[in-house]
Nanobody, 124 residues
């Protein structure tokens, strides 16, 4: 079992930055690939970014590529999402997720553990 707790959400103006963090506890974090997803009101949860167990491989949704950066610290059991040049359409609840695999994942069904989510609101 892996427990995930997100933090760092908030209200920011368009063009601003936020950094989300996810703290993992429980079974070995180092065996899990990690991901960030988001869900806006009335929409399905969508993929944002993923990082492999080693941290060598990262992939992003086209909508955030070049603006968001995912990283992890296996020593600290954390994964982060640096979000720059934020847009109003980035407004959503952001979720951290872990999968029982070392490889990256792009869809919700590939993930086994989820955090409770943190709200990000970008004003225009």
């Amino acid at each position: 079992q892996v427990q995930l707790v997100e933090s760092g959400g908030g209200l920011v103006q368009a063009g601003g930055s936020l950094k989300l963090s996810c703290a993992a506890s429980g079974r070995s974090f180092n065996n899990n690939a990690m991901g960030w997803f988001r869900q806006a009101p009335g929409k399905e949860r969508e993929f944002v970014a993923t990082i492999s167990m080693s941290g060598v491989s990262t992939y992003y949704a086209d909508s955030v590529k070049g603006r968001f950066t995912i990283s992890r610290s296996n020593a600290k059991n954390t994964v982060s999402l640096q979000m720059n040049s934020l847009k109003p359409e980035d407004t959503a609840v952001y979720y951290c997720a872990a999968r029982r695999s070392i490889g990256v994942g792009y869809v919700t069904s590939q993930y086994d553990y989820w955090g409770q989510g943190t709200q990000v609101t970008v004003s225009s």
